[in-house]
């Protein structure tokens, strides 16, 4: 197995990703939203880059069963109906909801991940899931969301526990990247707390404005036995 690792997505040439299988991380907070929303029953989420084309979509596929959903700077889009807080979306707001949503650097991720041959979004809460969906593919390019184009502590953390689990019963000779060694050296001296997420960049952030509470259920980690996949722009549930 070949494993190739990016810190941000502007690293990626995506003619090198075309035959492979892609997992994007977002855990603070994208990803971590996107499982918990199709988790509590939510139909299919639809990532946009821009407030605008999301504004457009959503519209488009109508109102009455669309939830708009998104954040600049951590924070909800006004006028939007969600912003990107995992608690926000439970069951009882999103089930059998079709969801548009564009965040500040999950959603570009995602975009940049599609050219692949298949995409998975990865976070802590399912990340033993996509372990084993993906543990017998030939490549895996994992591509970590980052903050604005920069290095992103939480997602390298989540990248380098996903190849442990990967890896750890095989016996096959791996393949991995400067990358991908570096985030499975982190992962053997960390594990994901609510308190390490809010000593990252993207924690501190979250806090900042009131959030705390969403890292707790940021490092939750398999809180969802769930794998989800990116197929013509629409994200949904393997199971669904």
Do not use: W
Request: hydrophobic residues 45%.
């Amino acid at each position: 197995m070949r494993i190739d690792t990016y810190f941000t997505p502007p690293e990626v040439e995506t003619a090198a990703i075309s035959e492979a299988t892609v997992v994007v991380i977002d855990v603070v907070r994208a990803t971590t939203t996107i499982i918990e929303a199709l988790a509590n029953g939510a139909k299919a989420i639809y990532p946009t880059e821009s407030t605008e084309e999301a504004v457009r979509l959503a519209a488009s596929m109508g109102r009455e069963d669309t939830l708009l959903c998104g954040e600049r700077k951590g924070r909800k889009v006004e006028g939007f109906d969600l912003g990107n807080s995992p608690r926000e979306f439970d069951a009882d707001t999103v089930g059998g909801k079709k969801l548009v949503m564009t965040t500040t650097n999950g959603t570009r991720a995602l975009g940049v991940g599609a050219e692949g041959a298949r995409l998975l979004p990865c976070a802590f809460t399912n990340i033993g899931a996509v372990a084993a969906d993906v543990s017998a593919d030939d490549h895996v390019v994992i591509i970590c969301a980052g903050q604005e184009d920069r290095f992103s502590l939480d997602d390298a953390l989540c990248a380098g526990h996903l190849i442990q689990r990967m890896i750890a019963d095989s016996e096959d000779e791996h393949e991995l990247n400067d990358a991908a060694r570096a985030v499975r050296a982190l992962a053997s001296a960390r594990k994901a707390t609510k308190k390490f997420l809010g000593l990252t960049a993207a924690g501190a952030a979250i806090i900042e404005i009131g959030l705390a509470d969403d890292l707790a259920l940021c490092a939750d980690v398999d809180r969802h036995d769930i794998v989800v996949y990116m197929s013509d722009q629409a994200i949904t549930r393997a199971d669904g």
